[in-house]
């Protein structure tokens, strides 16, 4: 069976989803084929490890568009359906059904895979990761007959879950090789209130431990081995160690990858019938030294509608401002930038009150600003660093000075 699609995009996350919906809104008339591999609609993916895993949230709750869009918009989705090549000459792709799509564009927006922890124990019932809608409910099953969970990794997945884990009454510990939460992402002060707020609210946080294996009992998780030798109990085991870009597809019909499939400022690969988008991504950004893959729904969003524009006529560069969230339990923190490598953290505000935000820089320049409970400085920190607007240590370390009205005159 052969289809035909003017663009087909392949991975209906919120990338890919966008991507369909900005051709649309964009007046483009000629056919859009979605393809994704999960069953059912395209769906929200941060009420995962939050709404959703909490019970707030039911599945129809976290869906981005209605069935109905689909018919109503002439964008013909393909879901449950896997892609297994790339034939670039022939300009197609063929799914796993044994169906092939032609395309005059194609886009990647194939995602990321969780990394796997290697360890005895891993296979053992009650051992779970979370990136899908399937996932997240099994591990909300799980945690009601939980009394303990365990959880690999301090990042913002392992400490959202830790929060609503928390919030349901279970003993919580969490294992993070390095001595901080979200080492990789935050500053050292953000870091350490996270670390002080979660230890307020009952969870167990080891830091410098790794895990040596899980001890299973009949084939069901029951603790946890330490690099340390200590045996921690649990009942439930996630484990949130960072993602992996989904770039096979990619490597295979000979694109260029490097952890990510490589593109360009215009989010093409050196084929210039094929664009790559979202977690899958490395792209060159104005705010990073280096080609970047950003796991975000803002960056998801953006370069859906960044190639869209394109296909649409509208070509240009892709240098958005990165920005990010995490809820843990009540706290809200919202990033702005890309504050990994920096030097020196400006704190203004009141950590001890829940509200502040950490001004991160490196050689003098404003690399961003982590905010908890200060909305208003994360969106005067967006609008700084879109104009690319001058701030230094020294004037942020004024008793005076005030975020929000500094970007207002810059």
Known sequence: MLRHGAVVIVGAGQAGLQTAVSLRSAGFERSVVLIGAEPGLPYEHPPLSKALLA???????VALRPESYFDSHEVELLAGERVVAVERDMRRVLLESGAAVRYEHLVLATGAVNRRLECPGCELDGVLSLRTLAQALELRERLLDAERVAIVGA???GLEVAAVARAMGKQVD????????????????????????????????????????????GGRARAVETSDGDTVLADVVLVAIGIVPDDELAAVAGLPVAGGVRVDQRLLTPDPAISAIGDCARFPSPFADRPVILESVQNA???????AARVSGDDRAYTAVPWFWSDQ???RLQIAGLTVGAQDAVVIGDPEQGRFSA?????GRLL???SVGRPGDHVAARKLLAR????????ARRADFDLKAYARAA
């Open 329 to 331: 339990g009540q706290l």
């Open 359 to 363: 001004l991160c820089f490196a050689g």
């Open 174 to 217: 969490v294992f993070e090789l390095a001595e901080l939460p979200m080492g990789r992402v935050v500053s050292e002060p953000t870091a350490r209130f996270f670390a002080r707020a979660h230890r307020r609210e009952g969870v167990h946080l080891h830091f410098n431990s790794g895990v040596r294996r899980i001890v299973g009992d």
């Open 388 to 395: 690319r607007a001058s701030l230094s240590p020294e004037q």
């Open 155 to 157: 990042g913002f997945i």
């Open 55 to 61: 019970g707030t949230a039911q599945p129809k709750d």
């Open 301 to 307: 969003c953006d370069q859906g509608r960044a190639v």
């Open 368 to 370: 961003g600003v982590e």
